[in-house]
């Protein structure tokens, strides 16, 4: 018997599904300015990924705020706790429907692996795609800020590592969607914000 | 009847004499831009029976202007380089195109501010020899034909070459005396614009298409817009023209020009003169335009391709197919648009219109293949030129370049390359006797230069950078020709070029991974289905 708990708030939800586009319109972008294929233009590519850019700090900047002020950071402290039963779970009882090993509550709506993951793309995959976009963006200031050393080579390929990553991630995170409760209690949660547990 | 009372007619009178008077002292009509207008000298008024004697009419009022000119490349053809102290100047250089001067004078001074340079007794210090006529004719009608070393035809119609049944009509040189002027892009053109010998050979960024141009071939010179003559950029005093190609500015770190200030120390003729090293204020990308301007030379951008105006410039010239005959004759051949491309005198040519430059990092530095420089005949052709530039120096920039390329006659033997005797009317000149081993005897014996009389071709390339013929703002090159794969920067080192370039290992690493994760899930999904099937 399945009931429904609300997981995600408005703000979370709309965080996360502008965030989830402006990822992909920035990866779209991104790696067309990388010279992997022709969209809109290199020209066009730049401005539309320096825009989004910039649209996607304006979103974090609400998103830090609203984590500090409700509390809800503390979602993303990671726990060895029910790891390698998740991890098991993902690797054999998710074919034979053995039970979700992780229940969801408000207080805790991640899965330890979910934690892991969420914590290493704001540790280091976001830092490494911020720090060098920014680098990137003000080019052309290096030499006014003391860096004149700087080779645009390594931070292009630090944020070329960043994209990959976030690639990664994207492909994974995508799929595990589906891996709930139910093929599709996630995303509901995701777009509703009540979650079927069990 | 209709009376007028005598005051009222009185006044009408007085109204039409006051009209009268102030036209007469209303400034002439034509403006002219010179306080002094020439048709009113009487030592101008001739008739003048040669070059020499106009200009003593000239310096009995400019009397200083013969002694300045006589100061200038323009007037010794000969430049020492200061940096790495090698003598050029056109007396001395070797080129890719006729080649070189030292024996050919009478053929080619008719491009010499002066009259009567033949061969090495050309007096020099004589001030009577400048022409003052062929940088100031505004007329159009003064002429210096090849072969008369420099000096127009007057008096009577000449026969150019002797024998060949062409004439040549006299100058009326009092004519063309009482209307000179500034200098114009006509004048100045009359032979740079005809540079290697005909029109747009040589430079590609100078050719009879700037006499008058759109907008579209040079924003600066647009006839019916800014009008620049060349003189706007290369502003003389003391008729020394500014600007080199000897020493050319590559970076220029100084920003716009103040009046007065530097000026002795800074070539006005560079972009940054005028715009500033920042020159991009309305673009949408500003900043990062300005940016490229720290790597990039304006030119790069701004001039996207040379040969615009619809005249083709030479890229390739081949010396070694030259001594065709055809029934025992010379002969050329000709393209579509009746360009040759062959000519029995001078061999192949390869002629290109609307070519997109090369690019080299370039910092100004340029050092000549001199008469006596060894050369190699190998894979590599043998720079004519030699340019100096690096990514890392910090003073190069990215340069666009017309590299000439060719094949031109060397010594095997002394491994030296050659300066034949083209021009002329005598027994040993190429262009009539087709004979390289005499042509060069003759050319290197007036060079002073030792001879095998073995004679080979080896190729050569020469590098021209393109700075002429800047486009408008909306025809500059795009982002994307250069941040691409095979794009107009390609081999150019020491940038990441965005969209150019990656990290090859994390490309590949990359890839690889987000493929497996894309596998792996793909997996791990249809392993579910088959397991929720069988349940």
Known sequence: MSEKIYVFKKFERFWHWSQAALIMFLMLTGFEIHGTYRNFGFEKAVGYHTVAAWTLVGLWVFAVFWHLTTGEWKQYIPTTEKVVAMTKYYLSGIFKHAPHPFRQTQLRKHNPLQRLAYLGVLLFISPLIWITGWLYLFYDQWAAWGLGSLDLSIVATGHTIGAFLMLIFFIAHIYLATAGHTPTSHIKAMITGWEEVE | MLRIPIGVAMAGWLALFATASALADDPPPVKLNTTADHTKFKELNGPFKSGPEV????????????????????????????????????????????????????????????????????????????????????????QKPPGLAGNPVVGEPKELPPGSGKFIKPVDLAKVAQKIGKTSRDSCGACHFRGGGGDGVKHGDMDTSLAAPTADVDVHMDAEGLDFT????????????????????????????????????????????????????????????NHHADKVACQTCHIPAFARGGVPTKMVWDWSTAGKLKDGKQFTVKDKKGHDIYASHKGDFVLGENVKPEYRWFNGEITYTLLGDKVEKSDKPTQVNRIGGSPTDGKSLIWPMKIMRG??????????????????????????????????????????APFSGKVDFVETEMYWPTTHMVAPKDKS???????????????????????????????????????????????????????????
Not at chain 2, 74 to 102: A, D, Y
Not at chain 2, 418 to 433: L, Q
């Open chain 2, 55 to 142: 200009t003593k009419a000239c310096i009995s009022c400019h009397t200083e202007a013969a002694r300045q000119v006589h100061r200038t490349k323009h007037w010794t053809w000969e430049f020492m380089n200061p940096e790495n102290k090698q003598r050029l100047g056109k007396k001395n250089v070797i080129n890719n195109f006729c080649i070189s001067i030292p024996s050919n004078y009478p053929g080619c001074t008719a491009c010499h501010v002066g009259y009567g340079w033949k061969d090495a007794s050309f007096d020099f210090a004589k001030e009577e020899n400048v022409d003052c006529l062929v940088c100031h004719d505004t007329t159009g009608l003064y």
């Open chain 2, 477 to 535: 090159v795009g982002c994307a020709e250069c941040h691409t794969k095979n794009g107009r920067l390609e081999g150019i080192g020491g940038v990441y070029l965005p969209g150019r370039d990656a990290n090859p290992l994390v490309d590949k690493a990359g890839w690889v991974i987000a493929l497996l994760t894309l596998l792996g899930v793909i997996g791990h999904g249809v392993l579910r289905i088959v397991a929720s099937r069988k349940a």
């Open chain 2, 407 to 448: 094949k031109q006659p060397y010594d095997p033997v002394n491994k030296t390359l050659v300066t034949p005797h083209t021009a002329g009317n005598d027994d040993t000149n190429y262009w009539k006797n087709l004979n390289w081993e005499k042509a060069i005897e003759t050319g290197m014996r007036t060079s002073g």
């Open chain 2, 230 to 289: 060349c003189g706007t950029c290369h502003k003389a005093s003391s008729h020394d023209v500014p600007g080199s190609r000897y020493t050319p500015t590559a970076l220029d770190k100084g920003g716009a020009h103040i009046r007065g200030k530097d000026e002795k120390k800074r070539n006005p003729a560079t972009c940054v003169a005028c715009h500033d090293n920042a020159p991009h204020k309305k673009a949408k990308e500003s900043a990062r335009l």
